[in-house]
Structure formats: C-alpha cells, structure tokens
C-alpha cells in the first residue's frame, strides 16, 4: 500500500481515540447540558492510575485497567452527585468555571502524586506490532482503534434498544417531560457521567500505551473538545465522523507540512468552525428567544 | 450600584446628584482611603522583602483580574485568553524596549494598545457565539498565540525569552523592589479609577444590558458589534499591562510564565470576590493569594508526613485549594464574598435598629 495509504489508515486509527473522549463530551452534554472540560483530566487520571497499578503494583494491564475503571465509577457518581448535580441550569459562566476548576483539580492531584515526568506501562503490547495489508502498526493502536468501534457501536445499540439508554435519549429531549413520565432523572445523569468518565480513562490508557504517560496527555482532551465541537455538540455520529477527520488530517499534517505545526492546526480548524458553522457538522442550531 | 451600596448610616442625607454619585460619599470614607494609601505608600519601609514580592504579584493580578471584570463581569463574555493577552503585552513590552529603545514608560502603555488589539482580532467570534463555544474559542486563541510567541523565534526569543531592565528616571533607580513597587502600586491605583468608572458610565451600562441579555440589549439601540469588541479591548488593555508589568517585575518576557490554568484562577478569583464588582476583584486576589502562602507553610508540614511527594507540592497545593475554593464558592456562595461584605456593611450601618 501507498505511503499516503498508510498515513491515512494510521489517522484513522488515531482518530479513533479522539472520537471515543469526544462521545463523551457529547453524552454529558446531552443529558445535562454540561459542558465537562474535566474530561479531558480524567484521560490524565486513568492513564496515571493505571500505569500505579501497572508498574508500582506490578499487575498486568488488563487487572490494571478493570481496576481503574472500578475507581473511575464512583468517583464520577461522587462528582455527579456533590458539585454538578448543584450546576445544571446555571449560567455557563458558572459550569465553564465549575468544570474548569475539577479539571485543575484532578490535574494538580495527578502531579502532587506522581510528578510530571514520563512514564511507560510494562506491557508486550506497546512494544509489540503487527503486520495488517503490508502496513506495520503497533498493537495497541489496533486494539485502541477496535475499542472505539466497540465503545462506538456499543453505545449506538444502548442508545437503540435498552432501557437506560432510551432513558437517556429522552432526558436529552426535555428533562421534565422526561421527569413527568416517570424516569428518575438525577440516576440517568449519573449514568451519563459514569459512561463518559470510564471511556475518557479508558482512553487515557490508550494514549498511555500507544505513546507514553505524560501530562500532555490532557492535550489529547483539549482536542476532543474540539471534535465535539466540529461534529456538533448533540450528535454522537458526529463525534465519531469528526475524531476520525481530525485524525487523519493530524497525521496528514505532520508527515507532509511540518511536525510542529500540528499543535496548532486544531485550533485554527476550531475558530473557522466557530465563525462559520458555530454548531458543528451535525449539531442543532438553537434559536433564541427574548 | 445595589441596593446595599445605598444604604447610608443613620442622619446622612444626600442633597446633591453629585454627593449621591460620589464613590467616597463621607468624610469617614475619604479617611478611610486616605488612610489606607498611605499605608500602601509606606508599605516597603516596614515589610520583609519577600511579603513586598507577594504585594507586588498580587497588584499585577488585580490589574489582569480587573481587565477580566470588564469582559466577563461587566460584559459577560468568558475570555479563557487572558494569559494570552497577558502575554503579548509582556512581549510587546520586552520587543519595543530592547528590539526599539523605548522607554519603559513609553512601552507599558503600548503594550496594553497592542494586546487590546489582539484582543479584539480574538474577541471576533463573541458576536456570533457565546456561553461554552466562546470559552473553547477564547482557549483556542490561548494555544495559537503561545504557539506563535514561542515558534516566532528570531523576534520572541523562542524558549529563552527576552531580558529587559527596569528603568530609571532621574536619579531614582526603579531597579530595586522598594521602588519599582510603587511604579505598580500608581498603575494599579489609577487603572482600578478607571475600572470602577467605566462601570458607572454609559459604556459600563451597556456592557451590563449585554451581560443581562444581548438581544434584549440590540433591540434597546446598543450596538452589539461596537460594545463586545470594545469590552474585549478595554479588557485586553488591561491584561496587556499587567503583562508588561509582570514582565518588568520578573525582568524578563519569559515563554512559561502564562500557563493556561492561571486564566482559570483569575475567573476563580472573579467569582470567589463576587463577580461585577471591583471590590470584588479585590477580595478575590487577596483571598487566593492568601491561600497560596498558607500552602507555602502547609506544604512542607505535608511533605514531612508523606515524603513521596514531590517536592513541588506547595504548588500543586496551593492550586488544589484554589480548585476547592472555586468548586464551593460556586456551589455555597455564588455571589462571593463581596456580597457577604456588603450584607456586613448594611447590617453595621442599620445599627441598632433592623430597618
């Protein structure tokens, strides 16, 4: 296969991982309203505690990751249930603030307990690569890439067929409708906060292993915000179509234009985006009223 | 003006429009400030010299957090690209004065001019988005203009920064502390005048009527395009002079010195004060850098106790404490304590009667 084959397929896996942080932006603003930028602090705080579990406890990789994910639960049920539950339906200042304010948070715990130095997860799998139609990729971008499809599917048929997810689609429609036929509001949020906050650790470790740990993991957050944003706030499939575009221009970017410039790209995509299409691909423009 | 602030002791009576529109409207009040500028202007003759850096720091704050009062409190716009702007004052600063030989007085000022027009090439979008995608788009602008600061090499100093001096006039040299302290306390001083007056000019009143509600405020005749983008100015012109202050305190235009997260601190400091006032900006400053000196006592006490942390832990400290403050501020006490100190006030003034 081509080089600029190999570029393209190799972004689309990276992309992969955008999208998956990126739905769960897209999840917690659909339920509540809330734009979280703390999530991007929870990749940062799964990548962590999964290389504790990894390396200073000496477990394997799996165990380390169920076992993040099993802090990761509660901690978002708490966070749900003591700050934000008290946020929706204030200003956006104050829920831009408020979820600025856990992203530092959980950031500066990151660095009081583990400093900011990089670190790697004793694992076969980020050394291992494989062969896939005459293309070398690394194991963890493959497994990183069927996650998102599983993670992405995963929710689509919850979304479709049970009974929280139905739940959830419609608290995103209208919370007191949904309030007045019976659904328990608060414990849906709380589901959507749960869902976001195990896919964005889960995502976390991926960086972890496809790279290395390091707190420039929470860039990786920063640009899913902006694939949010660029696929439109609402939608799922929006998320997933504008992570995989963001990928591969990334790789696009960065083997044909210039290595560095990459850092910028994004943001520049996200102001035309703002000027010119300020709710995104697929998102629902709003009209207000006075 | 709220209701408190019009509350007056027992047996003063306004008979004039301008003694009720004075901000000191008694003579105990006029004591009162006099009272505490001369404080400030005797400050370095008693102070240890590492409290005189604290003050110093904390007044370049309350200049950058009273540019972000105009934007966010006044205006209601959320800017996360204040330490952007901070910045490109700095630089600006740091370029005009070594690059140009300017001098220091003439340079300060220009950098607020020049951060204000950055400012308003970033403050574009506000006119057709707000709420969460102005603060994405507000961060966006933070990245693209650190990046070019730092990329732009030949003229920024890429890593290294740029060194400037502090100036001199006449024969006092502004090279020591004690001296340039009282540069910064004038600038803050005059620059909180005008912060507290634009709000009770028909420019502060109609950044109040976009805050409370933009449409509303275009149909009444405010023009949207002209006041958001002059909200942005005015607030950049702040930051950027708080940046070539901050850049002459540290005598250097230095690439790390503008982390994203100290944006975050200073809307924290807005809403811990009590956002839409410059008292607030005030109490809010003076709130987190208190914090930020007992993490600095309570930190090696912590560091005894669990020696695996790093060593850095009165930093990430004092930033864990802001991040609480801010999450029960915002939960227990939206208005901040500038509310609690107006409640204070009224109740002092009533004095012994309830009403």
Not at chain 1, 5 to 22: D, E, T
Not at chain 1, 145 to 160: I, K
Not at chain 2, 124 to 144: D, E, M, N, Q
Not at chain 2, 228 to 240: D, M, N
Request: aromatic share 14%.
């Amino acid at each position: 296969m081509s080089l600029l084959g190999q570029n393209i397929f190799s972004g689309i896996m990276v992309g992969c991982v955008y999208s998956v942080v990126a739905l769960g932006f897209v999840l917690i603003y659909k339920a509540c309203r809330i734009f979280n930028f703390a999530q991007s602090a929870f990749m940062l705080l799964g990548a962590y505690l999964a290389w504790f579990f990894n390396v200073t406890l000496g477990l394997p990789i799996w165990l380390s990751l169920l076992l993040t994910v099993a802090i990761g639960v509660p901690l978002s049920f708490g966070l749900e249930r003591f700050p934000m539950r008290s946020m929706i339906g204030q200003s956006d200042f104050s829920i831009v603030l408020m979820t600025l304010a856990l992203m530092a948070i959980l950031m500066k715990v990151v660095t009081l307990f583990w400093g900011g130095r990089v670190k790697t997860y004793h694992s076969e799998l980020t050394m291992t690569t494989m062969t896939m139609g005459g293309m070398r990729v690394s194991l963890s971008l493959v497994i990183s890439c069927l996650f998102a499809l599983l993670v992405f599917f995963g929710l689509a048929f919850f979304f479709q067929r049970s009974r929280i997810g139905l739940h959830m689609r419609a608290v995103a429609e209208d919370q007191v409708l949904a309030q007045s036929t019976g659904i328990n509001v608060n414990k849906v949020i709380a589901y959507s906060w749960a869902i976001a906050c195990v896919v964005a650790m889960c995502a976390g470790v991926q960086m972890g292993s496809i790279g290395s740990v390091t707190l420039y993991i929470q860039d990786v957050g920063f640009l899913a915000i902006i694939v949010a944003i660029f696929g439109g706030l609402e939608s799922i499939s929006g998320a997933f179509i504008a992570g995989i575009v963001l990928g591969v221009v990334e790789v696009l970017v960065r083997a044909y234009v210039g290595y560095g410039l990459f850092t910028v790209i994004p943001y520049i995509i996200l102001l035309l985006i703002l000027i010119f299409k300020p709710y995104g691909l697929f998102g629902l423009e709003r009209i207000e009223r006075v | 003006m709220g209701l408190a602030g019009n509350r007056l002791p027992c047996g003063i009576k306004n008979y004039t429009y301008n003694r009720d529109m004075a901000i000191f409207r008694t003579k105990l009040h006029w004591g009162w400030l006099i009272a505490f500028l001369v404080f400030l202007l005797t400050m370095p003759l008693f102070v240890s010299p590492p409290f005189l850096r604290s003050v110093m720091s904390l007044m370049i704050t309350i200049v950058a957090v009273l540019g972000l009062h105009i934007i966010v409190g006044l205006c209601g716009q959320i800017s996360l690209g204040q330490q952007a702007f901070m910045a490109v004052g700095g630089y600006a600063a740091a370029i005009l004065a070594t690059k140009f030989g300017l001098p220091f007085w003439v340079v300060v000022p220009l950098g607020g001019v020049i951060a204000s027009m950055i400012g308003i090439i970033f403050g574009l979008p506000s006119l057709r988005i707000k709420g969460f995608y102005l603060a994405v788009s507000t961060l966006a602008a933070h990245f693209l203009i650190m990046y070019i600061l730092i990329q732009w090499a030949s003229v920024t100093g890429g890593d290294n920064g740029i060194k400037v001096q502090r100036p001199l006039l006449g024969p006092i040299d502004f090279a020591s502390d004690q001296n340039f302290y009282y540069i910064i306390l004038v600038t803050t001083v005059l620059l909180t005048f005008f912060a507290k007056n634009i709000s009770r000019m028909a420019v502060g009143r109609a950044f109040i009527a976009i805050r409370d509600n933009d449409l509303a405020a275009e149909i009444m005749g405010i023009n949207l395009f002209y006041y958001k983008l002059l909200a942005f100015a005015i607030s950049s012109f702040f930051c950027g002079v708080a940046g070539a202050l901050y850049t002459f305190y540290i005598t250097r235009a230095d690439p790390v010195a503008w982390p994203l997260l100290n944006s975050v601190w200073q809307l924290g400091m807005l809403i811990i004060g009590g956002i839409g006032s410059v008292m607030g900006v005030f109490f809010g400053a003076a709130f987190f850098k208190l914090l930020e000196l007992m993490a600095a006592i309570l930190g090696p006490a912590i560091v005894a106790i669990v020696p695996s942390f790093q060593a850095s832990v009165a930093a990430s400290l004092a930033e864990i404490l802001w991040g609480l403050a801010i999450v029960f501020s915002l939960v227990f006490e939206p208005r901040g304590i500038n509310h609690r100190w107006e409640i204070t006030k009224s109740l002092y003034r009533v004095w012994p009667f309830a009403y």
